[in-house]
């Protein structure tokens, strides 16, 4: 293996270990269901598509709440996984105003 490739192999793992850490990615559950899910229903992606509607709303939500809050200048953009649920209770408040 090459150093560039070697580099390379690196990062692939840094970036997978950083969406399967539930500080970095909020929609970690949703993301096994849906892997559980295909491997449950070999690989049918039909048979997993409310697992997956679910993921991309989970993830529609959190990407949403980023942005707002990178708008308003709160750091960090994505809260910690402790806050979360409160951030989304605000968040679901203000939308039935």
């Known amino acids: 293996m090459t150093e560039m490739e070697a580099k390379q192999s690196r990062a692939a793992h840094r ?4 969406l399967n ?3 970095n990615n909020p929609c970690l559950k949703e993301q096994e269901m849906s892997l559980k899910c295909l491997g449950a229903n070999n690989y049918d992606k ?3 598509s409310k697992h997956f509607d679910n993921y991309n709303a989970c993830k529609k939500f959190w990407d ?3 942005s707002d809050r990178r708008v308003k ?3 960090p953009y994505l ?7 409160k951030v989304k209770e605000e968040y679901i408040a203000t939308l039935r105003r």
């Open 15 to 18: 970036k997978r270990d950083q």
């Open 79 to 85: 809260p910690p996984a402790e806050e979360r649920e």
């Open 73 to 75: 200048g709160i750091v």
């Open 21 to 23: 850490n539930d500080d």
């Open 64 to 66: 949403a709440v980023r």
């Open 46 to 48: 039909d048979a997993c």
